[in-house]
């Protein structure tokens, strides 16, 4: 079965500096795909950022990059010089190529203060 | 944006009433899904669908059902509402490739009274 693993607190982090949120996994597969979502307070989940398993560089999108360790199964989001409107819940999500299904963590809480 | 939408979008019913989510596309995807969410939980897959009467559960699908008689419509009943399923539910679908990104709806806000 698919695990996805978010144990981080609430964070709070300051305008312009960076943040990583830790994402762990646990898959017997050898080809699946890692998903990081957005969700602001006003509820919409927003796609940020993929990786593939075989994919032999980091994925990066923007402000976004995926620090993906595939030995220790972990899958962390990096976000780059955070502005107030990273404020939000993030959130981890895999699915593995003979599984249909998508599973997510519990979810990492970022406050940006200026 | 991704043609998906949820109806309704927030539902009062009381405990015992059958209860009836729609989940609406667009876009031909393949698999369809519905999560609830809830605090300190994050999404919980209920059901999932990789195909027209093609579906299969989830980790916390008591006391839920759900069909798929058409690509477009994927349906969550609650058979009997309880307390315990008050929650925000929302449909996701997403395409064939294991690379495609899932599109998420509005979500549904519920509460069971």
């Known amino acids: 079965a698919q695990k996805i693993t978010q144990t981080q607190p609430g964070m709070f982090v300051q305008e312009k500096e960076a943040v990583t949120l830790d994402c762990t996994y646990d898959?017997?597969?050898?080809?699946?795909?890692l998903f990081w979502y957005k969700q602001p307070s006003s509820g919409e989940m927003i796609f940020l950022i993929y990786?593939?398993?075989?994919?032999?560089q980091n994925a990066t999108e923007g402000r976004y990059s995926l620090n993906f360790q595939k030995a220790r199964k972990s899958a962390n989001l990096v976000i780059s010089a955070s502005q107030l409107g990273d404020s939000a819940m993030y959130f981890c999500?895999?699915?593995?190529?003979?599984?249909?299904?998508?599973?997510f963590g519990k979810g990492n809480q970022v406050v940006v203060i200026p | 944006d991704a043609g998906i939408t949820q109806s309704p979008r927030h539902k009062v019913t009381e405990t015992g009433t059958p209860v009836t989510l729609r989940c609406h596309q667009t876009?031909?995807?393949?698999?369809m899904y519905w999560y609830r969410q809830d605090p300190g939980h994050g999404l919980r897959l209920i059901h999932y669908?990789?195909?027209?009467?093609?579906?299969d559960k989830g980790e916390v699908s008591d006391g839920y059902s759900v069909s798929r008689s058409k690509t477009e419509d994927f349906l969550l009943t609650l058979e009997s509402a309880t307390s315990s399923q008050t929650s925000v539910y929302f449909c996701?679908?997403?395409?064939?490739?294991?690379?495609?990104?899932?599109?998420f709806g509005q979500g549904t806000r519920l509460t069971v009274v």
């Open positions: 999500a895999m699915r593995s190529y003979g599984n249909n299904r998508l599973a």
């Open positions: 898959t017997s597969d050898q080809s699946y795909g």
């Open positions: 990786q593939g398993s075989y994919d032999e």
């Open positions: 669908s990789y195909g027209v009467k093609d579906t």
């Open positions: 996701a679908i997403k395409g064939t490739g294991l690379n495609t990104e899932a599109f």
């Open positions: 876009e031909n995807h393949r698999y």
